[in-house]
């Protein structure tokens, strides 16, 4: 019998989700494509006729598990919206969903802690750093936004301060994956956010 399309969409989605578990397990380098066959379910052959090889599985375990991301910096891009309660909904619902969404919180242990850079993920990276980019810029416009309705001081360029919104975020999220016993994430969102949000209404200092 023919395999369906929903079938055969199934069938990718699981060897994605075994993808995503294992190299956040293990690492890209330490983890085969036998392996995700096995943690799936499957000979190697399902995973050969969705992927050309585990290089094109790896990118499409990032692109999965960082739907969310990009559900995120759509809305956050959203006309309309007041770009001072945007910036504190992204801040919030990035640190939310790193908490709650396993997957979403795999796709960073595997970039950040898991994945050697070498020539073979090189598109992988780029589309990475391509992302970052757009991040930055989406939180970058929301600034200036919020600067030209007077909700946050224009004392610093936009572009610093959206840059600076980032890495704070990142900066919580690196942590608490390399060492998540530091502190409760649940438990310290709303301070993290609230400090974040403080540091953006900051005016800049004299100098004397």
């Known amino acids: 019998m023919r395999r369906t399309k929903e079938d055969a969409e199934k069938t990718r989605l699981k060897i994605i989700e075994a993808a995503l578990t294992l190299f956040s397990r293990n690492g890209y380098s330490n983890t085969t494509l036998g392996m995700i066959g096995a943690e799936a379910g499957y000979s190697r052959g399902p995973i050969y006729w969705h992927f050309k090889n585990k290089d094109d599985l790896y990118q499409a375990v990032l692109a999965y598990s960082q739907e969310p991301l990009e559900t995120l910096i759509n809305n956050a891009a ?42 073979a993920i090189a598109p992988t990276i780029k589309r990475e750093r391509e992302l970052t980019r757009h991040i930055v810029d989406t939180l970058s416009h929301l600034v ?60 800049k200092a004299s100098k004397t």
Request: include cysteine.
């Open 78 to 119: 959203r006309p309309g919206t007041n770009p001072f309660e945007a910036i504190d909904t992204f801040a919030r619902q990035w640190l939310e969903l790193l908490a709650d969404d396993i997957w979403f919180r795999q796709s960073f242990e595997i970039l950040l802690n898991k994945t050697e850079l070498t020539d």
């Open 144 to 203: 200036a936004r919020a600067q030209a309705l007077q909700q946050l001081p224009s004392t610093e360029p936009a572009d610093k301060l959206g840059l600076l919104i980032y890495t704070h975020l990142m900066g919580v999220t690196q942590s608490w994956l390399f060492a998540p016993d530091l502190f409760c994430l649940r438990q310290e969102q709303d301070f993290f956010v609230e400090r974040l949000m403080n540091m953006l209404m900051q005016p």
